[in-house]
């Protein structure tokens, strides 16, 4: 109820500044065709420049567009605009290699974390049937669901993550990462 009566407010108040916009256009349209009438060019061009004054001062009205401040002493304006910039903002001092390390972390996150399940000694479940293709030098496929333990530290193989397991009696070289899940505990 009462948004509609703020709605109701503004489009009087547009309303009135319409209004009052075009009683002064009309005014300097008059004096205006009186001018060229008259052939008075000097006139009509001082008739112009007052034309765009008033439309400028209405229009800073209606926005109400602050002007600049005016900067008496610039050093203390400077002084203080640095020592608000301090309290917002804090200084901070990097430590040596801290700004490029930070930025690696940053820019390869998912590649830094070493996952916990290629640990050596770790028990770990797959979660897909892996190919004997997709590994090295294997002679059977591991199949989803299989309890393996890492015996290697993770390495690169086929642009992969990769650690070598034991499934039972048989090693596996070359177990991507990302296929290993810890074992959930039952207690």
């Known amino acids: 109820m009462a948004s509609k009566m703020w709605k109701d407010k503004l489009k009087d108040a547009k309303k009135i500044v319409r209004e009052d916009h075009e009683l002064i256009t009309q005014g300097f349209d ?10 008075d060019m000097d006139e009509v061009r001082k008739i112009e420049l007052e034309r765009a004054e008033a439309i400028r001062e209405r229009d800073f009205q209606i926005t109400g567009k602050k002007q600049k401040p005016i900067i008496k002493d610039p050093d203390l304006y ?27 972390q940053r820019v390869s996150k998912k590649k830094n974390m070493d996952s916990p399940v290629a640990a050596q000694g770790s028990l770990a479940t797959v979660c897909r049937d892996i190919s004997r293709w997709e590994m090295m030098n294997a002679e059977i496929s591991l199949k989803r669901g299989s309890v393996v333990m890492p015996v290697s530290d993770p390495y690169v193989h086929n642009e992969k993550k990769c650690v070598t ?13 990302a296929t290993l899940r810890p074992v959930a505990d039952d207690d």
């Open 30 to 39: 008059i004096r205006k065709e009186k001018a060229l009438e008259d052939g």
């Open 78 to 104: 400077a002084e203080n605009k640095k020592a608000n910039f301090r309290k917002r903002k804090g200084i901070y001092e990097w430590a040596d290699g801290g700004r490029l390390l930070a930025r690696e």
């Open 165 to 177: 397991v034991m499934a039972g009696p048989n090693i596996f070289a070359g177990v991507p990462v």
